[in-house]
């Protein structure tokens, strides 16, 4: 069975990032099927018209995600039922629930929303909890030379954080359905390698597994901003035997890897360290320089983080580091504020002005600009201190503006974890 997707929306002919296909993509996996195709397609009705044809012509399922919204540009309903032939009514029990949404958001019905009622004849509603336009479910038969075929089409919405409940609740139990076999998926966090020695280490895990498991194994390795993330599927007819190998593979990985995996499946670095400091009953705050605050927003992106995180300053400039910090003026003069010294007085003073167990410091050079021969783009100081000690650690990244942040904020939290999983 193919199952095809199509999301719409010109911004994704923009650089906009799809996140809808990656997570469709993901959820088929972990009943066993896969995306077999997907495209992005613009906001033009002959465009979608085209892409629709295609896809139908070779998919069994078609999914689309995006355009059911009010505007001029939401085309998606008016596409689909004019490639089918197939009429348009508007739903008065889904208006309703659309006037009832903004009534509960104390707002009053804009008359362009009634657009989201449109429903295709025969089409399945599908509840959208978190928003105003419904999915639709719709099968239909496809003439096929002498012989018609039974396809299913979907619309969901664009809004990721409305399409997944929809997702979730109606398309993935009807594809589940369709599963033959089972097939289960585990990633490894790996941080402090490069991607080609983490390669290196697992290749004989790999290799056996292929050789033992009759290509029942899948592997795959990906690297961003220093995070090196190890994906494997195992599929089969017996649960426990692939849960068995799942774990066996973990070990394995882990015996190999040792102390520079820091989670799996869905733990973040951020995670793991917010983990470790509850466990452990320990508070941490941050000065932050070159990260801008981005260290402070992925702590803060974990649930339950007040227990342990207390405070952030984000001194940006010679003054404020001064100022706020109270790091002295002859350090910045004498050494700069991206220097060993400064990191070292900024980690120091945000555990005292905090009163918490950790304190860390992240002062460097991010670019483009601002670099000199002795300190290049890139050039990045992390201070850790604690009440008895504080520690300093020089990195220089490569990469853009960004990826340097990305790469500072990572090894930041790598620092803390290891910190707090040393045995004392």
Do not use: W
């Not at 990191?343 to 005292?352: F, G, H």
């Amino acid at each position: 069975m193919k199952i095809e997707l199509i999301c719409t929306g010109s911004e994704l002919l923009s650089g906009t990032l799809n996140t809808n296909a990656s997570f469709i993509g993901s959820r088929l996996c972990n009943i066993g099927q896969e995306l077999y195709l997907f495209t992005d397609v613009g906001d033009k009705k002959e465009d979608l018209k085209s892409v629709l044809n295609n896809a139908i012509g070779r998919s069994n399922i078609i999914i689309i995600t995006g355009g059911l919204g009010p505007t001029f540009d939401d085309i998606t309903v008016e596409a689909v039922s004019e490639y089918l032939n197939i009429p348009i009514y508007n739903d008065k029990k889904v208006l309703q629930n659309i006037k009832d949404y903004f009534f509960k958001i104390g707002k009053c019905f804009p008359e362009i929303n009634k657009k989201q009622a449109n429903i295709i004849k025969s089409a399945k509603v599908l509840e959208n909890r978190f928003g105003t336009a419904p999915g639709q479910m719709l099968h239909f038969d496809f003439q096929d030379a002498d012989k018609k075929i039974r396809k299913t089409l979907f619309l969901l919405p664009g809004p990721p954080r409305e399409m997944k409940p929809i997702f979730n609740e109606n398309v993935e139990p009807f594809l589940r359905s369709y599963s033959i076999g089972i097939k289960k998926n585990c990633s490894v966090g790996v941080f402090g390698m490069a991607e080609s020695e983490v390669e290196e280490l697992i290749k004989p895990i790999i290799e056996e597994a292929r050789f033992g498991y009759d290509n029942k194994v899948e592997f795959g390795i990906l690297a961003n901003d220093s995070i090196v993330t190890l994906k494997f599927s195992v599929s089969g007819q017996d649960e426990i035997f692939i849960d068995e190998l799942i774990n066996k593979l973990k070990l394995n990985f882990s015996d190999v890897l040792k102390d520079n995996v820091f989670g799996f499946d869905d733990d973040s670095l951020a995670s793991v360290v917010g983990k470790l400091l509850t466990s452990k009953k320990k508070t941490i705050s941050f000065a932050e320089s070159c990260t801008g605050g981005k260290l402070s927003s992925a702590i803060t992106d974990i649930a339950g983080s007040s227990l342990y995180f207390k405070d952030s300053l984000v001194t940006y400039s010679n003054e404020s580091k001064i100022k706020l910090l109270g790091v002295k003026e002859d350090t910045i003069n004498n050494f700069g504020a991206v220097s060993e010294q400064a990191a070292k007085e900024m980690a120091e003073s945000i555990l005292k002005l905090s009163n918490t167990d950790y304190g860390l410091s992240v002062t460097g050079i991010a670019g483009p600009g601002g670099a000199t021969k002795e300190k290049p783009v890139g050039l990045v100081y992390i201070g850790l201190a604690d009440k008895k000690k504080t520690k300093t650690f020089k990195f220089i990244f490569n990469g853009l503006r960004e990826q340097i942040r990305n790469s500072a904020v990572n090894i930041s939290l790598d620092l803390i974890r290891r910190r707090l999983t040393i045995k004392s």
